[in-house]
């Protein structure tokens, strides 16, 4: 029979304490947006399914999600090789300024992120 460990048990804090804290991964959640203007720059110039897949890192089902929402958003297009009639994505005018808002925005993150790291943290938040 397995056993419950209760927080109050001093066995239970003996186990935590010997417990490391995680590791800070690598890997940090992407936003809507970021993921959204990833697609569309790997699609400048026309991109397979496949290759938005592992290029973005997302599943089989999520860039079918995010294809599908940017299509219907005129952001992005499908088109069709003729010789092997191999469907591709390319990134239409409107998601180029899509991609050319966004990149104003990050610049602008970056430079108020630089100067607000001369001020103290209370200056910031506060």
Do not use: C, W
């Not at 927080?7 to 993921?35: C, G, L, Q, T, Y």
């Not at 203007?37 to 599943?59: E, F, P, V, W």
């Not at 966004?102 to 910031?124: A, F, P, T």
């Amino acid at each position: 029979m397995s056993q419950i460990l209760n927080p109050e048990d001093s066995h239970a804090s003996s186990v935590d304490s010997n417990v490391k804290p995680a590791k800070p991964s690598r890997f940090k959640n992407r936003s809507r947006m970021e993921i959204v203007a990833n697609i569309l720059d790997i699609a400048r110039t026309g991109a397979l399914k496949t290759h938005l897949m592992y290029k973005a890192n997302l599943s089989y089902t999520i860039v079918s999600q995010y294809l599908d929402f940017l299509t219907k958003a005129e952001l992005i297009q499908e088109t069709f090789n003729d010789p092997d009639l191999v469907r591709m994505y390319q990134t239409t005018p409107k998601g180029l300024k899509y991609l050319e808002v966004y990149e104003s925005l990050q610049n602008i993150v970056v430079i108020n992120v630089q100067r607000g790291m001369h001020r103290g943290s209370s200056d910031i938040f506060g």
